[in-house]
C-alpha cells in the first residue's frame, strides 16, 4: 500500500500568492514524522520542514508552513508569498524507524511539480 | 555551512564498467543512507549505515552492488558490473540518530549515473 500520497503531479501559482500542495499518508505507527523536501532543477533534495506526530502545533519554518490534520492523515504544505525560486519539485515524506536509536527510513511521494508564475 | 558532499556529480559509463559513487557525510553525523531516484520508482532506500556498519541493504542488489564506509568521513557505492537500467540518480544522505525524535536526513547533491 502507499504510505505517501501525492495526488497533485502539477500545480501553478502567481507570484506572492500562497499555496497549498496536499499529502496524505498511512501508516499504523503511533510514532512518526513527516518532512517536506524540495527539489530543483539542480537535482539536490533541500530539507524544508519537520511535523512529529506528537507535536501539537503546526510547524512553521519562515514561508512554509505544515497543516497537519492528524484524524484525516494529511500534511500539507503551505508556501506563502510565493516567489520565481519556489519553482521546484516538492516532496512529501514519512519517517519510517529502522531501528531505536531514531535512524529511520523516509518513504517519499511521488513529488509534485510546483511552478510560480510571474 | 555543513553539507553532504557527493563526487561525482555526473557519471557516463559503458555497460558492465565499474562505478564508484563516493560521499562525505555532515561532519558528526552517525548515519548515512544511499538512495536511488528514477522516473518510474521515484526515490528508493538501497542502504543504511550506523557508526559506520551496515544495518540494512536489502534494497540493494546484491549480486552487482556493494556499499561501504572505510571512515567516518567517506561512504562508497559500487556497481560492477554496470547495465544501463541502472542509471538514476545516486543521492546520499546523512543524519544524527540519538534518539526516536526528530530526526532530519540532509541530503547530497546526488550522483547522475548513465549506463550506455
Known amino acids: 500500500a502507499q504510505k505517501i500520497t501525492q495526488t497533485q503531479p502539477g500545480m501553478f501559482v502567481q507570484e506572492k500568492e500562497a499555496v497549498t500542495l496536499d499529502c496524505t499518508y498511512d501508516?499504523?505507527?503511533?510514532?512518526?514524522?513527516l518532512f517536506w523536501y524540495k527539489q530543483p532543477s539542480s537535482g539536490e533534495m533541500i530539507f524544508l520542514i519537520y511535523?512529529?506526530?506528537?507535536?501539537?502545533q503546526n510547524a512553521t519554518e519562515g514561508r512554509y508552513s505544515l497543516n497537519f490534520q492528524k484524524a484525516r492523515k494529511s500534511a500539507n504544505l503551505v508556501i506563502s508569498a510565493s516567489q520565481l525560486g519556489d519553482s521546484a519539485m516538492y516532496f512529501c515524506?514519512?519517517?519510517?524507524?529502522?531501528?531505536?536509536?531514531?535512524?529511520?527510513?523516509?518513504?517519499f511521494g511521488t513529488g509534485t511539480r510546483l511552478t510560480v508564475i510571474p | 555551512d555543513a553539507r553532504v558532499t557527493q563526487t561525482p556529480r555526473h557519471k557516463v559509463t559503458e555497460m558492465g564498467q565499474e562505478v564508484t559513487m563516493r560521499c562525505q557525510p555532515i561532519?558528526?553525523?552517525?548515519?548515512v543512507f544511499w538512495y536511488r531516484q528514477t522516473m518510474m520508482q521515484g526515490l528508493e532506500l538501497l542502504a543504511y549505515?550506523?557508526?559506520?556498519?551496515?544495518?540494512?541493504d536489502s534494497g540493494m542488489p546484491k549480486d552487482r552492488f556493494s556499499a561501504e564506509m572505510p571512515d567516518a568521513t567517506l561512504a562508497t557505492l559500487k556497481i560492477q558490473p554496470s547495465e544501463p537500467r541502472d542509471s538514476a540518480v545516486y543521492f546520499c544522505?546523512?543524519?544524527?540518530?540519538?534518539?526516536?525524535?526528530?530526526?532530519?536526513?540532509?541530503f547530497g547533491a546526488g550522483t547522475r549515473l548513465s549506463v550506455l
Open positions: 544522505a546523512s543524519g544524527l540518530a540519538q534518539s526516536i525524535a526528530k530526526n532530519i536526513q540532509y
Open positions: 501508516t499504523s505507527d503511533q510514532s512518526y514524522g
Open positions: 511535523q512529529g506526530s506528537y507535536d501539537e
Open positions: 515524506a514519512m519517517r519510517e524507524l529502522l531501528d531505536q536509536t531514531g535512524a529511520n527510513n523516509l518513504f
Open positions: 561532519l558528526g553525523h552517525n548515519t
Open positions: 549505515f550506523r557508526n559506520r556498519a551496515p544495518l540494512d
